[in-house]
């Protein structure tokens, strides 16, 4: 793989202006809601809050649904990303090694679920889910979540396999080893930065989860993000809500510090085709 | 003894034409024998056949007496090297040699030492914990042919190994692989289109064409008695002559050489080397161009009707272009319908 250096003489204004503009967009109303979730008094004409503090904070995290919720979230990211991990990587590896009758539309199936408005087809799964009994449950969120994650999961995986070189799977088994072992020692760890790119976009993504969750969670399963839009909509406080967003913020830190660690330089633009 | 036996094998793809069309070949235990032929010839595919990586639609391959024709690559006693290396950019190279030792579940003490005596062996001592990708292209390769050798095969495979090196470090390379060779006594078959390559590596030479075999021999008898006119024609320079010969007189143009052969059409070849020139005052031939080489020089030339011919000279400063010249071709021989049928 080369790295192409654009040679550029000139600054570019454009891009910089782009570049800021996109970060006040990003930055400015995280700045705003991580500063309500440290404020206890912020009167209307004042630029800064009188008061800062951590009242909320222990009051919030004095509440029990909070931390159910947060537990909840947590099994249910886990619980689908290693569902999805199990069932789309073979998948995708078929996808993307082997040709069988069909493979194309089956494959194309999986982007045209998501080229749909996802609403209609979520109050349809739920009336299906409603006649299995599955509102309400754990599983039943886990389902509608699995099928949230199947085009990261498989799209990305599919790129990822193919980019690996059959030369080198080849060499694997001349030296002895079965075509298992060559998946699992040489086409894995090649692709692997790239997949743990879709199984962290895969996590995030359930993690924040809004709308199949509430729609076949509610009232039963509370995810953090359900339980977050609930106070926002129904507490006239709102650090009640600024605090849960700010705790939000967590795992995608998570995410991105793992993300560094794991994928190096380059690879989700690999993932991506680039 | 022959190691690996070759009967009859031919190999289809989906697209209709043979890549490989019947081949058949004995390799001696310890022999180095060089698959040569143009580009799409089949050479690679006939490799692959061996090492287990294509399906032959017939024929049967077997290595020391045991029948592996649809054994899958892992239980082949071959070993591989392929023009890309096909490294694991994942692991280092103490990781790429010890990879299928440890397979073969050996202790790693043992392991440790036999990554190190076939790093020595190969010209990279030491080099055992760089990662693949900090290795120069020569580099690359050794370490490819090392993971191979490491293993002890009971054949080596090596399809165009040098191809993506440059000309200088390709000769010595090849002159590694070969003393490599003579010392651990291995079987190995070598894919190339460099021909010389093939001349300077190999016991025995097989040129291919069009997934058939037109000859094997020792790279002597190849470069001395090509036995089809497309051998002697891809093997070094050669004149190839069409003409026709009538009561043992081959006559193209200007041209005629005592030929005695059955009346019919024939062609004539002819080594630069083995035609010389002399002044005349009937000439055959004009002089086109005269290169000058220092050692000897090479000079063009053109019959009446415009066939091209060349000949080496000792003395290219006798000649100049436009010059008319005898032709006197000192050996030759003759092919018709694709046969030798005749060398003086
Ligand atoms: N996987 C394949 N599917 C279809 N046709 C193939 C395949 N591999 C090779 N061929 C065809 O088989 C013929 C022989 O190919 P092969 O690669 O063996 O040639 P080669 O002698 O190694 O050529 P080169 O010197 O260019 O490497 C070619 O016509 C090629 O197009
Ligand atoms: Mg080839």
Redesign the interface.
């Known amino acids: 793989m080369t790295t192409l250096v654009p040679v550029r003489s000139r600054i570019d204004w454009l891009g910089i202006v782009f570049a800021a503009l996109l970060s006040l967009a990003i930055v400015g109303p995280l700045v705003v809601v991580g500063t309500w979730a440290f404020t206890e008094v912020w009167r209307y004409p004042n630029i800064i809050p009188q008061q800062f503090g951590f009242r909320f904070w222990g009051q919030t995290l004095g509440r029990a649904d909070v931390w159910n919720a947060l537990v909840l979230s947590l099994q249910l990211s886990t619980v689908v990303t290693l569902l999805s991990a199990v069932i789309c990587l073979p998948a995708a590896y078929a996808f993307a090694r082997m040709s069988f009758p069909g493979r194309n539309i089956l494959f194309f199936s999986f982007l045209a679920g998501h080229a749909f408005p996802k609403f209609g087809l979520l109050v349809a799964i739920a009336a299906i889910f409603l006649q299995l009994n599955l509102i309400g449950t754990f599983w039943g969120v886990v389902l509608i979540q699995l099928v949230g994650t199947l085009m990261f999961m498989i799209w990305i995986p599919v790129a990822a396999f193919q980019a690996v070189d059959r030369r080198m799977e080849e060499a694997a088994r001349d030296v002895g080893a079965s075509p298992f072992r060559v998946f699992w020692s040489i086409t894995l760890p090649q692709a692997g930065p790239t997949i743990a790119a879709a199984v962290l976009l895969s996590f995030v993504g359930t993690f924040y989860e809004t709308e199949g969750a509430w729609l076949i969670g509610a009232p039963g399963i509370r995810t953090m993000p359900v339980l977050m839009i609930s106070y926002i909509n129904n507490q006239m406080v709102i650090q009640y809500g600024a605090v849960l967003s700010v705790l939000l913020w967590v795992p995608s830190f998570i995410a991105l510090m793992f993300a560094r660690r794991v994928i190096g330089g380059g690879a989700f633009a690999r993932g991506f085709g680039g | 003894m022959s190691v690996l036996h070759i009967a009859d094998v031919t190999k289809t793809f989906s697209g209709g034409t043979n890549a490989v069309d019947s081949f058949s070949l004995d390799v001696a235990d310890g022999e180095l024998v060089c698959l040569l032929g143009p580009s799409g010839s089949g050479k690679s595919t006939l490799l692959r056949m061996v090492?287990?990586?294509e399906q032959p639609n017939s024929g049967r391959i077997t290595i020391d007496g045991e029948e592996v024709t649809h054994l899958?690559?892992?239980r082949r006693p071959?070993?591989?090297v392929?023009q890309?290396h096909?490294?694991?950019?994942?692991m280092n190279v103490f990781k790429n040699l010890a990879?299928?030792l440890k397979?073969?579940r050996m202790p790693a003490a043992q392991i440790r030492e036999k990554v190190e005596a076939v790093l020595e062996l190969v010209g990279l001592a030491g080099y055992g914990d760089r990662m693949t990708t900090q290795l120069s292209g020569g580099q690359q390769q050794r370490v490819?042919l090392a993971?191979?050798l490491v293993?002890e095969p009971k054949i080596l495979l090596l399809d165009e190994p040098f191809a993506s090196l440059d000309q200088h470090l390709r000769e010595r390379l090849r002159e590694e692989v070969r003393d490599i060779q003579q010392r651990l006594k291995i079987t190995t078959l070598f894919v190339t289109h460099g021909q010389d390559e093939a001349l300077s590596m190999a016991d025995r030479i097989v040129v291919m064409a069009n997934g058939k075999t037109e000859q094997i021999d020792r790279p002597d008898v190849v470069y001395r008695d090509p036995k089809t006119p497309f051998v002697a024609g891809f093997i070094g320079t050669m004149n190839l002559i069409e003409g026709e010969v009538s009561n043992g007189i081959f006559v193209r143009s200007a041209l005629t050489v005592p030929l005695p052969i059955a009346d019919g059409p024939a062609t004539l070849a002819i080594r630069p080397e083995a035609l010389d020139l002399s002044a005349s005052d009937i000439p055959k031939a004009s002089v086109h161009r005269v290169t000058d080489y220092g050692s000897h020089g090479l000079v063009d030339l053109d019959l009446a009707d415009g066939t091209r011919v060349k000949s080496m000279v000792a003395h290219p400063d006798m000649l100049r272009a436009g010059q008319g010249v005898d032709l006197l071709p000192r050996a030759f021989a003759a092919y018709r319908n694709n046969q030798q049928i005749y060398r003086s």
Do not use: K, N, Q, V
């Open positions: 090492g287990g990586f899958p690559p892992e071959t070993g591989m392929f890309s096909a490294l694991w950019t994942h990879f299928g397979l073969r490819a993971r191979s293993l």
